[in-house]
């Protein structure tokens, strides 16, 4: 755990916060993320001592775990899509044929 945190960029004496990780995604919704991953883990685990695979095993965990940061970072990202798009409006640009671009321009 030490490891992560210190490539993070945060100290290991130091308190560090993650404004991301208050937000909850549902179950229900985290689900839907790579949904053949719980069935590929829970397999695994069903082997047992016979299994040998441990790269296949922590890269469950590691895309069980990646389902709901996915979802935290696209609810961020669609705010600053939302942003971008409002100052793209704000400033002029108009939407004719579904792309973004500048209206032309008046001749002085």
């Keep these: 755990m030490q490891v992560p945190v210190i490539m993070a960029g ?31 883990f829970q397999e695994i685990l069903s ?13 469950l965990k590691l895309i069980l775990e990646m389902r709901s940061i996915i979802l935290q970072v696209s609810h961020l990202l669609l705010l600053l899509l ?6 793209y409006i704000s400033v002029g640009c108009c939407i004719p044929d579904g792309r973004i671009s500048r209206p032309p321009s008046v001749a002085s």
Excluded: H, M, Q, V
């Design 47 to 59: 082997k047992g001592g016979e299994n040998k695979d441990i790269a296949a095993k922590c890269f």
């Design 82 to 87: 939302l942003y971008i798009f409002n100052f």
């Design 10 to 40: 945060f100290s290991l004496d130091e308190p560090y916060y993650i404004p991301r990780s208050e937000i909850k995604p549902p179950p229900a919704l985290t689900c839907t993320i790579f949904p053949w991953a719980d069935a590929a």
